[in-house]
């Protein structure tokens, strides 16, 4: 029977638990899921709605999930709203875990969370969390239940979530194949969304997925995909040797998010931290170069890149900071987004994007 998740009144939910922030916060509320401790950095996304793609997100690896919407969970969980193998963030931390309510939910988000070994934190207050993220910056935190003292410790002794490759945790360990069209093209894979995929089977493409340090293998087909993931992209430098080798080949290269950044690394631009990330469903962006339109999108990324030297340019930037949310190259065939046009979830209304770089593999541009 599900209960609404109401004063600690949903199994899994009667104990006290504590959200605590590197500098000493003390956050009190309820524990739902697993009953285990997380370390991760503290990020928060504004979406409404999609939560269980969110949480499957491989780019929240290594992460402490803050929903700033109130209810999360209304709808349950179904299996095909993954966009991994099952759920990547650390923690969740929610104000209020509701009740399911939706033909196709399986479980609730506390069963879900608690068969997955994710631990998670209901009845903090949100709203104050997110307004001490956007002045402060994102933090290293710990969920559990033990004392906040204890927790306090756990976080300071733990790794920084920029000192950690969390691309290689995601990436898969073999080659997949999918689909059966003419078109091949190789995805480099530091942590893929499934939606993303989806869009390049749906397009009649065969895909050649690859984990991310054998990138080497991408090149064998007609074009190169660089997947989003979790982590800091300067870790990366090896991944961006497949990025100047794809280049060197004139292989048709497309980056999504951490892929943008990467892409952008290879080729001479600066990647930098932004203080609290753009996280949601509902981003503007502004096209300035093929259809002068401005979309609302889905964003996950807490570093941003200053393109300058690179001799890419800006075609997508974020009217509300500025950030540089797509570039391309005048003379080569390279296209990024630091949004994901895939969604997943969140609008869909640029996934005209994934057209546009497969109509550069068609045209021959090698």
Request: glycine share 10%; hydrophobic share 35%.
């Amino acid at each position: 029977m599900y209960v609404k998740c109401r004063g600690g009144d949903v199994p899994g939910a009667n104990h006290r638990a504590y959200l605590v922030l590197e500098d000493g916060t003390v956050l009190k509320g309820r524990a739902f899921g697993a009953d285990k401790t997380a370390v991760g950095e503290v990020v928060f996304t504004t979406a409404v709605v999609g939560y269980p793609q969110s949480i499957t997100d491989p780019s929240y690896k290594g992460q402490i999930l803050v929903f700033t919407h109130p209810l999360i969970g209304n709808y349950g969980v179904s299996e095909d709203q993954y966009e991994s193998e099952g759920p990547q963030a650390e923690a969740v931390v929610v104000h209020e875990a509701t009740r399911p309510s939706h033909y196709k939910a399986v479980m609730s988000l506390d069963e879900w969370l608690k068969a997955s070994g994710v631990p998670g934190i209901e009845g903090v207050d949100t709203r104050a969390l997110v307004l001490k993220l956007r002045e402060h910056g994102v933090m290293m935190g710990a969920v559990g239940q033990e004392p906040p003292d204890e927790l306090l410790e756990r976080v300071r002794k733990s790794p920084r979530y920029d000192e950690v490759n969390y691309a290689l945790m995601v990436s898969p360990k073999e080659p997949e194949e999918l689909g059966d069209g003419k078109i091949c093209v190789g995805v480099v894979d530091c942590g893929v969304k499934r939606s993303i995929l989806r869009e390049l089977v749906k397009r009649g493409v065969k895909v050649l997925r690859v984990p991310c340090l054998r990138w080497e293998l991408a090149l064998k087909c007609d074009a190169v995909l660089f997947s989003p993931g979790p982590g800091n992209p300067n870790l990366l430098d090896r991944v961006a040797e497949g990025v100047k080798a794809a280049v060197e080949m004139r292989l048709p290269v497309m980056g999504i998010c951490l892929g943008h950044q990467v892409v952008s690394k290879a080729l001479g631009a600066r990647l930098y931290k932004l203080k609290f990330g753009h996280r949601a469903s509902n981003k503007p962006v502004r096209d300035l170069a093929f259809t002068g339109k401005t979309y609302i999108t889905t964003h996950n990324h807490g570093y941003a890149v200053d393109p300058a030297g690179s001799g890419l340019r800006p075609w997508a930037v974020q009217p509300d900071d500025g950030t540089v949310e797509g570039l391309y190259h005048p003379d080569l065939p390279i296209l990024t987004t630091q949004f994901h046009p895939e969604a997943g979830p969140g609008p869909r209304d640029t996934t005209w994007v994934f057209d546009k770089f497969l109509k550069m593999v068609g045209n021959g541009l090698r």
